[in-house]
């Protein structure tokens, strides 16, 4: 039947995708079918597998074939023993490469592949995705893959017998437009951005393995100032923050136009310290303004068991950063561009209160959604509209006008 479609299909790129789902099983019943897609192997566009280390190194294409249309290549190999999945060399003969043509795919996604250990021309790549590369391996992909545009890493290895040595040099890579580091911590981190230097980068995404190691912010402050690209996208998760940490790295980013932060963690204490910033029309240190291209602001906050007071944290700043400060004198800075304020609350329990939106700011805040902006104060887990919340409390219709029914009072609210 296979064979039938293959024929039946002409010339046409083929889309294979294999996966396996006992790691288990043997090849020998399916080597005929493998031979089939091998032979059609200048027609692939795509190959997605996902099975046994050493299955990977039976898809190598057609001896007597000098070609392939080869564009998207996924490898994922999976582990016959469990406990493998975290030994850094578990399956060392997890290969691919093709008898007689070396593809120059565009996109890449690899899990726990080694580079040395994937036969492809690196100078087409254009979309990379990584999983458990070792840091020099991170490197030596920037250093091949001259056309990159948009890269993630994730689960950066440091280890003590690595396969490449770190480059003194910097690598320099003009195309490079977009990075996201995920699931590392801050050793690796620091020493990938201390070798790179991306002149074309707009966006850049940080996520480090867990909320107790510390923002790298010296190495990456040094590597925006070294790359002196137009950042333009930034995005912060699960890293251990300190207000003047970031608020330090926040000045190396003045053509920044949209900023996540999402603390795996209490964090409301960082909130007020960057909305009180924003409020500001300049930075005494830097002398110039701060982040006054701003567009999207996205943020993530958790609280505490017990944690229910914000101090310096007000409905009134957020209202003041949203609408600038008011201002007769024409040298004043113009308002921010905003088109998309959102900050998501999430509680240690059920039982503490919400925070209640101060009432007589809920007209304004309703005017800005009026005006288009993108406003939105929730509690996604609980499917909490804090808008919508606060007028029920105060017992407010869709038109700011007091209802009959009475209100018990809040016992919580943003305080001065």
């Keep these: 039947m296979i064979q039938d479609w293959i024929r039946r299909s002409g010339e046409l790129p083929l889309k ?16 005929p079918l493998i031979d089939m897609v091998n032979e059609v192997s200048k027609r692939w566009y795509t190959l997605h597998l996902h099975i046994i280390a050493q299955g990977i190194s039976l898809f190598n294409g057609n001896p007597e074939s000098n070609s392939t249309m080869l564009q998207s290549l996924r490898l994922f190999p ?16 997890a290969k691919f490469k093709m008898q007689n043509v070396h593809p120059s795919p565009e996109n890449i996604n690899f899990y726990d592949m080694r580079f040395k250990s994937v036969g492809i021309l690196w100078s087409n790549v254009t979309c990379a995705k990584v999983s458990t590369f070792q840091i020099g391996e991170c490197l030596e992909l920037l250093k091949h893959a001259r056309n990159l ?63 107790d190691y510390a923002l790298a912010k010296d190495s990456l402050s040094t590597f925006l100032r070294k790359s002196s690209c137009q950042l333009k996208n930034f995005e912060l998760s699960d890293s251990h923050l300190m207000s003047e940490t970031l608020l330090s790295l926040l000045d190396d980013m003045p053509t920044l136009q949209n900023l996540s932060l999402l603390p795996n963690g209490p964090s409301a204490h960082i909130l007020a310290g960057l909305l009180e910033r924003l409020v500001r029309n300049s930075s005494e240190d830097a002398g110039v303004d701060f982040l006054p291209k701003l567009e999207s602001f996205r943020y993530q906050w958790q609280t505490y068991r017990g944690y229910n007071s914000v101090p310096g944290l007000t409905w009134s700043l957020i209202l003041e950063v949203l609408a600038g400060a008011e201002s007769k004198d024409s040298d004043a800075q113009p308002r921010r561009p905003w088109g998309v304020f959102h900050i998501d609350f999430f509680r240690a329990n059920s039982n503490e209160p919400l925070f ?10 309703r005017s800005l959604l009026d005006d288009g902006l993108d406003l939105k104060f929730r509690y996604p887990d609980e499917n909490l509209d804090l808008i919508k919340e606060s007028m029920e409390y105060y017992g407010l219709s869709n038109f700011g006008e007091e209802e009959e029914e009475e209100v018990i009072s809040s016992e919580f609210s943003f305080s001065d």
Excluded at 21 to 31: A, D, E, I, M, R
Excluded at 153 to 161: C, M, P, Q, R, V
Excluded at 177 to 194: K, R, Y
Excluded at 356 to 365: A, G, S, V, W
């Design 16 to 31: 294979i995708h294999v996966s396996q789902k006992s790691v288990t099983s043997s090849f020998v019943t399916v080597k």
């Design 78 to 93: 999976r582990f016959s023993n469990p406990e493998d999945e975290d030994e850094e060399d578990s399956h060392p003969d």
């Design 149 to 211: 545009r948009h890269c993630a890493f994730t689960y950066i290895l440091l280890s003590e017998k690595p396969i490449f040595p770190i480059p003194q040099s910097l690598i320099i890579h003009d195309q490079l437009q977009e990075i996201n580091v995920s699931e590392s911590d801050t050793e690796a981190i620091e020493l990938l951005f201390g070798r790179i230097t991306l002149p074309a980068l707009h966006t850049l995404s940080i996520s480090i393995s867990t909320h």
């Design 356 to 365: 209640i939106i101060d009432k007589e700011l809920i007209p304004r805040l």
